[in-house]
């Protein structure tokens, strides 16, 4: 790690890190934090009435845009809600976007548990019921689509509708460079991390900026661990939108595996389109993973399958 200089450590763990209407009742929402601009590349003003939800012990960060049917919106791995840009506006329109930032990230402290995409999973939902919603659409993008996708499988009776993006279900199907690259990720890397968009948000941000390299080291030890969703995924019942970028950090072909676990990909679709499956697939071309989350394209493609009738 010494030996990589401080441009290489920082590119590498970017690639390796990013690897019924319901509006939402007042007395749910808990007391509104100070206000604090996020900075940096993926900062800027998102314009959203911030509060904290007291859930399995942590408080969740979590802001209100627009209005109608609920959807959750979860970021990636050493983000916030901020990443997304355009696409959070451009979703609010017509439906009530419910933006969180996950166990510490963002606007959201740590607490003393692992950084487990399955907890986390446990905190969205318990912030769907706490928020007194039966259910909500939910979509997540890389660390966020993993915590989407738990949500779906843990507690399949708060999703009506899953949106996955530049998400794999298998740790194997990280292109190998990947792979190597979360090796490096840890608290090692915090300093050599500090020139990067990642940093400059979460400084601006974080309740406690000093938790950076325990942040850091958080996440290396997760990616450090094995996965495979395949016989979950093949149970959810949540009609589902699996979204990818052409040149993501893992092959389209992984995205297409996925659809067919759905039930996706077996068959004709018919002139009628009544041989559809009920889930989505979706490959944008010329996105990459550090490219596909505030992409225009991204919004465009997600708001016509959340605004179609569930099957």
């Not at 279900?169 to 300093?191: C, D, K, T």
């Not at 004709?268 to 550090?290: C, E, V």
Request: with cysteine; charged share 20%.
């Amino acid at each position: 790690m010494h030996a990589l200089s401080r441009a290489v450590v920082s590119r590498c763990t970017i690639a390796a890190v990013l690897a019924g209407i319901a509006i939402l009742p007042a007395p749910c929402r808990a007391q509104a934090p100070a206000k604090r601009t996020a900075q940096g590349a993926w900062g800027g003003k998102t314009n959203g009435a911030g509060h904290y939800a007291d859930v399995n012990g942590i408080k969740l960060y979590y802001e209100i845009h627009g209005t109608g049917r609920p959807l959750i919106l979860l970021h990636g791995g050493l983000g916030a809600i901020e990443m997304f840009g355009p696409n959070l506006p451009a979703l609010a329109k017509g439906r009530q976007v419910i933006a969180v930032d996950l166990q510490g990230h963002g606007r959201t402290a740590d607490i003393d548990r692992p950084l487990s995409v399955a907890l986390m999973a446990d905190d969205i939902a318990a912030l769907i019921k706490h928020l007194g919603l039966e259910s909500a659409d939910v979509m997540g993008y890389s660390l966020g689509g993993g915590v989407a996708l738990q949500t779906a499988i843990r507690h399949p009776e708060v999703v009506r509708k899953l949106v996955v993006v530049s998400t794999p279900f298998r740790r194997n199907a990280f292109y190998p460079e990947i792979l190597a690259q979360q090796g490096q990720v840890g608290a090692a890397a915090a300093e050599a991390m500090k020139q990067t968009p990642m940093y400059q948000l979460y400084a601006s941000i974080a309740p406690r900026p000093e938790d950076w390299p325990r942040l850091l080291g958080k996440i290396g030890e997760t990616m450090k661990q094995d996965f495979d969703f395949s016989k979950e995924i093949s149970g959810i019942k949540a009609t589902t939108l699996i979204v990818a970028g052409d040149a993501d950090i893992f092959p389209p072909a992984h995205a297409v595996e996925m659809f067919g676990l759905l039930g996706g990909g077996q068959r004709d679709g018919g002139w009628d389109g009544s041989g559809r499956p009920k889930s989505r697939l979706a490959i944008l071309p010329g996105l990459t993973h550090y490219t596909i989350f505030n992409a225009p394209a991204l919004a465009a493609t997600v708001t016509p399958f959340l605004d179609e009738r569930a099957p």
